[in-house]
């Protein structure tokens, strides 16, 4: 059977989120960050809460609740996801609690995630991320339902900080299977080549967050 052909450069730059959440970031490199995701033509940019309000016209403007552990309060959540999109976020990605899921508790997990949803709105674009290396792939199919039933827009593999790992191929094409494309899907985490990020939209990724995205970009055709 013949592999499936890789998508354009530009056709991927239009599903990136250009990612800046290191601890030491600060408001030159978050500015650098812009430029070049304008000049890179990426869809998005994603930082830290506490960088926002940027001045980022043209590009979606995405940040990050519960990050990067998802053991806050969920009123916290809320709040900080409400404040950012108050500063002008467009978009939350927020953590679960990891550890709920793991014991089985999609209850606690639901009712997180419809927290950070009633906090920020409808028009806001909400992803749940999972932490899919952490979770059996049971704990991955009912995380994704509860993220649906909660009114996400999205599903996203991992914060790229635990140590369980990133975004895997099999995690994603379980993701996507399970919501079924009625949620997007954001593969994240330790994505560093062209022939990963294709291998993980082949299998069902419609964003992918990505923190080199010029190196990743520059391996696919013009």
Not at 18 to 38: C, G, K, Q, S, W
Not at 95 to 102: M, P, S, T
Not at 174 to 201: F, N, P, Q
């Amino acid at each position: 059977m013949a592999e499936p052909a890789w998508p354009s450069r530009a056709e991927v730059a239009a599903v990136i989120d250009h990612t800046l959440l290191a601890p030491e970031a600060t408001p030159d490199r978050v500015a650098a960050l812009i430029a070049e995701a304008r000049e890179l033509g990426v869809l998005a940019i994603c930082v830290s809460p506490a960088m926002l309000p940027v001045r980022a016209q043209g590009l979606v403007v995405a940040t990050v609740a519960g990050f990067p552990s998802g053991k806050h309060h969920s009123l916290v959540k809320g709040a900080e996801a409400r404040l950012a999109v108050e500063q002008g976020a467009d978009e939350v990605d927020m953590v679960i609690d990891v550890g709920a899921a793991v014991a089985g508790d999609y209850a606690a997990v639901l009712a997180d995630i419809v927290t950070v949803r009633e906090a920020v709105g409808e028009r806001t674009v909400l992803k749940v991320i999972i932490e899919s290396a952490a979770l059996s792939d049971e704990a991955v199919v009912e995380v994704c339902l509860a993220a649906e039933r909660a009114g996400a827009n999205f599903v996203k593999t991992s914060t790229g900080f635990h140590p369980a790992g990133g975004a895997s191929v099999a995690a994603v094409r379980l993701m996507a299977e399970t919501v079924g494309g009625r949620l997007g899907v954001k593969a994240s985490g330790g994505i560093r080549t062209a022939a990963a990020a294709a291998e993980l939209l082949a299998a069902g990724a419609t964003r992918l967050g990505l923190s080199g995205s010029r190196a990743v970009l520059d391996g696919f055709p013009g």
